[in-house]
């Protein structure tokens, strides 16, 4: 009876995702039908008038008139090859009524390739040739300069940010556009994604070129300035594992709510910083496309927690200065909601778009470098951090310098006041370490360019290691204490085991 009722179960299972399958191939047959033609030959009609039932809810646009089967609603645009989505809106297959034309910039204009933007023509040089009319290759085969409104729809519009021409040999090719709107050289058939411009080809005479969309990708170099910073972070983890252990083995530290607040930095810092090396060492391409967006986005969480963590930290500080004494439930009250926070942004970065691309899971697996990206979904979370810290840090200070000191509380205020040296010393290297790395992007970003100030960035990120062993253990009473404690054990141990000199 169990095998029957297994087998029946089975059977029902398997049913169930046939079903489902079928459902999902219906649903997206259905997807494709609904977009009656490629987005790269529509054109958006919103606002358009309705001729209603008398001309069967055609519409009328720039004096066309489109048949209702030629128009759609999209909730989505095409942005550099990329499907973003976008506010609902109508848009009709324009192309399927006449055939499409597009040129990149205005008439007098042209597509600088440097630039990547529309240019006039400069003094001296001769004017670009005009777009009205353009060499047509006609259906018996001749070619006639025609006017192209009276055979075309004409646009102006650059398709993607970064256009390129095709040559051979340094030199253009002869492309032809044909009756049908078609581009051919040789039988070979250039993409829709394209835009017509004029360029300079010498003795001050231009020619007409479609451009095509080039993907803009970041080639993966493995060289010195990537080693040097995968190293720079293996020494700041082995650091910061150390400042860990030191901390796991004082009993003073391991039980109070200052030493669980450093061990759970350091732990972030560790999967922060491996995640990071990781990255540095492996070719986005042999990553897959689920990959490079999770091991970012933890990089992100681990490293935004960490610093949210040292404002735990400043906090934890400032209230124990007011005589405030952190109890567990209020003490996972504030941390639990601080690590829920950190979770939820990385998330959030790990779905959102940047322009039309998503912030992960591009040709980097790390934020883009070629944008701003970085500067908003990092640095300003961390600068907000930073902020945080630093305005309760001036509060105890305002505190400490309005309480006399009691003798009562005398090594309880010693205690704190250590630690709170100690801590700022600490952050203050941090915070002094990515402030270089905020100088880095941008001196990077306004250049185009790597410089050599990355390997200030791989230098500081080691320093950001021997400033936890200093700040943490070097200058921290309770474990210097700790220390002492065991080496003078280690002592006596040694003195219990050896001979005196004398009875030899």
């Known amino acids: 009876m169990r095998f029957n009722a297994t087998m029946s179960i089975s059977w029902v299972a398997a049913q169930f995702l046939t079903v489902s399958c079928l459902l999902a191939m219906t649903q997206g047959l259905h997807e494709e039908a609904r977009h009656p033609c490629a987005f790269?030959?529509?054109?958006?009609?919103?606002?358009?008038?309705?001729?209603?039932?008398?001309?069967?809810?055609?519409?009328?646009?720039?004096?066309?008139?489109?048949?209702?089967?030629?128009?759609?609603?999209?909730?989505?645009i095409i942005e550099n090859g990329i499907r973003v989505p976008a506010k609902r809106h109508l848009r009709a297959c324009i192309c399927k009524l006449r055939p499409c034309v597009r040129f990149c910039c205005s008439a007098g204009q042209f597509?600088?390739?440097?630039?990547?933007?529309?240019?006039?023509?400069?003094?001296?040089?001769?004017?670009?040739?005009?777009?009205?009319?353009?060499?047509?290759?006609?259906?018996?085969?001749?070619?006639?300069?025609?006017?192209?409104?009276?055979?075309?729809?004409v646009y102006e519009e650059?398709?993607?940010?970064?256009?390129?021409?095709?040559?051979?040999?340094?030199?253009?090719?002869?492309?032809?556009?044909h009756e049908n709107g078609s581009i051919i050289h040789r039988d070979h058939l250039f993409s829709k994604h394209y835009c017509f411009t004029p360029l300079p080809i010498g003795g001050g005479s231009w020619s007409w070129q479609p451009l095509a969309c080039a993907p803009e990708k970041l080639h993966f170099v493995l060289g010195v300035r990537?080693?040097?910073?995968?190293?720079?972070?293996?020494?700041?983890?082995?650091?910061?594992?150390?400042?860990?252990i030191v901390h796991l083995l004082c009993s003073d530290m391991r039980n109070s709510f200052y030493g669980v607040a450093i061990k759970s930095y350091t732990t972030c810092v560790i999967f922060g910083y491996a995640l990071l090396a990781h990255l540095t060492l492996h070719d986005p391409a042999n990553l897959s496309t689920l990959a490079c967006r999770i091991i970012p986005s933890f990089a992100l969480l681990f490293l935004v927690l960490s610093f949210y963590i040292l404002s735990f930290i400043a906090f934890k500080l400032y209230v124990s200065f007011n005589g405030v004494v952190f109890t567990k439930p209020m003490f996972w009250l504030i941390f639990g909601p601080i690590v829920c926070i950190a979770v939820a942004w990385s998330?959030?970065?790990?779905?959102?778009y940047h322009g039309s691309r998503l912030v992960f899971g591009g040709d980097t697996c790390w934020f883009d470098p070629r944008n701003l990206s970085i500067m908003i979904y990092f640095f300003a979370?961390?600068?907000?951090?930073?902020?945080?810290?630093?305005?309760?840090?001036v509060l105890t200070l305002i505190r400490i310098s309005d309480e006399?000191?009691?003798d009562a509380e005398k090594s309880f205020e010693s205690l704190e006041k250590n630690r709170l040296k100690s801590f700022w010393k600490f952050f203050t290297y941090t915070a002094?370490?990515?402030?270089?790395?905020?100088?880095?992007?941008?001196?990077?970003?306004?250049?185009?360019?790597?410089?050599?100030?990355?390997?200030?960035v791989c230098l500081c990120t080691a320093f950001h290691g021997f400033a936890a062993l200093y700040a943490l253990i070097g200058k921290n009473q309770q474990i210097q204490y700790f220390l002492r404690r065991i080496e003078e054990n280690n002592d006596e141990d040694t003195c219990e085991n050896s001979v005196p000199m004398y009875i030899y």
């Open 226 to 244: 990537e080693w040097t910073y995968a190293i720079c972070l293996l020494i700041c983890i082995i650091s910061m594992f150390i400042v860990l």
């Open 158 to 177: 650059t398709p993607c940010d970064h256009m390129k021409a095709y040559t051979k040999d340094t030199t253009y090719l002869n492309w032809t556009l």
């Open 432 to 456: 002094l370490t990515w402030f270089v790395c905020v100088c880095s992007f941008a001196f990077n970003y306004y250049r185009d360019e790597l410089s050599h100030l990355n390997y200030a």
């Open 111 to 153: 597509y600088d390739l440097q630039e990547r933007s529309c240019l006039a023509a400069r003094e001296g040089q001769p004017q670009p040739p005009g777009q009205s009319h353009m060499d047509i290759e006609l259906h018996n085969g001749t070619q006639s300069n025609i006017e192209l409104r009276s055979l075309f729809s």
């Open 347 to 352: 998330v959030f970065v790990g779905f959102s």
């Open 40 to 76: 790269i030959d529509t054109i958006n009609i919103t606002g358009s008038y309705n001729m209603g039932s008398a001309l069967n809810n055609s519409y009328v646009h720039n004096w066309t008139l489109i048949p209702r089967e030629l128009v759609t609603a999209y909730d989505f």
């Open 404 to 406: 006399p000191v009691i």
């Open 381 to 393: 979370p961390v600068f907000v951090a930073c902020a945080i810290s630093c305005f309760f840090y």
